[in-house]
């Protein structure tokens, strides 16, 4: 099953990492610390499609369960990457119900969805059986995080054939008028978020939000979020170098 779907079915929230560096051992480093999951940054992080290829490979073998978020919402982005070994899609920028319909297509076979047919590592991990277990294999995330995808989130969120949202705080900061900061404090960021929570669980799906501190991450999970990324692989690279620098030099 699925990693983050089998934390749900515990009824536990999942903590997923964050990669910018386009590399598969530090992925892989990654992997073993222990995340439930560990996304790739298609749209703000280095890595080429063929590295993001030997990137799910690598968080595989580490035991995490690797995912990505996708530059765009593009049905052929989406469904090469779910070709490759991604078993979980964020999707930024949605601000419609249609465009919603239109992710939810890409991520499932017909009749439910369109995508097509060439799952080349997903059937060496499932076999044969892939097909019938595709759907249920993957989990699927809408980023809502501009002005429109709130006004239209109810709509959005009527959308069938994607398990939830995941809020983007610095766009959708960034959309209220505040800096672009993670782990927001601005009341009118701080009351949207709450906001697209509520509706989200009033609607039957899930929730996540991109999160930077642990801490921050943790609170956030125990008002009900069903999944939290944490600090990014670039961010906690920064951090232990200067730490590191800053004893050697005292
Ligand atoms: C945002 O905060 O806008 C994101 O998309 C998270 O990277
Ligand atoms: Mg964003």
Not at 76 to 88: F, P, R, S, V
Not at 153 to 172: H, K, N, R, S
Request: charged letters at 20%; glycine letters at 10%; aromatic letters at 8%.
């Amino acid at each position: 099953m699925n990693r983050i779907r089998q934390v749900w079915a515990e009824g536990r929230s999942a903590v997923v990492g964050w990669l910018h560096i386009p590399s598969a051992f530090s992925a892989e480093i990654m992997a073993r610390a222990g995340y439930d999951g560990l996304v790739i940054d298609i749209q703000h992080g280095a890595a080429s499609f063929h590295e993001a290829h030997e990137m799910f490979r690598a968080i595989e073998l580490g035991g995490a369960e690797p995912l990505a978020r996708v530059s765009a919402n593009d049905p052929g982005e989406i469904m090469k990457l779910l070709d490759y070994g991604c078993y979980g899609v964020i999707c930024p920028m949605i601000e419609t119900g249609e465009e919603a319909a239109a992710f939810a297509a890409s991520l499932h076979y017909p009749p439910q969805g369109r995508r097509s047919y060439g799952p080349r590592r997903p059937a060496q991990r499932y076999g044969a059986a892939y097909v019938e277990m595709a759907s249920q294999s993957i989990v699927s995330f809408a980023m809502i995080e501009t002005q429109l995808g709130l006004v239209n989130l109810d709509q959005i969120l009527a959308v069938e054939g994607y398990d939830g949202v995941f809020i983007g705080p610095a766009d959708l900061a960034l959309a209220l008028g505040h800096p672009p900061k993670p782990d927001p404090d601005a009341p009118v960021v701080v009351e949207a978020i709450r906001h697209i929570r509520e509706r989200a669980h009033a609607m039957g799906k899930k929730v996540g939000l991109f999160c930077a501190d642990g801490a921050y991450a943790r609170a956030r999970i125990a008002e009900g979020f069903d999944l939290v990324s944490i600090a990014p692989d670039s961010a906690l690279l920064a951090a232990g170098a200067q730490a590191s620098l800053a004893a050697a030099r005292g």
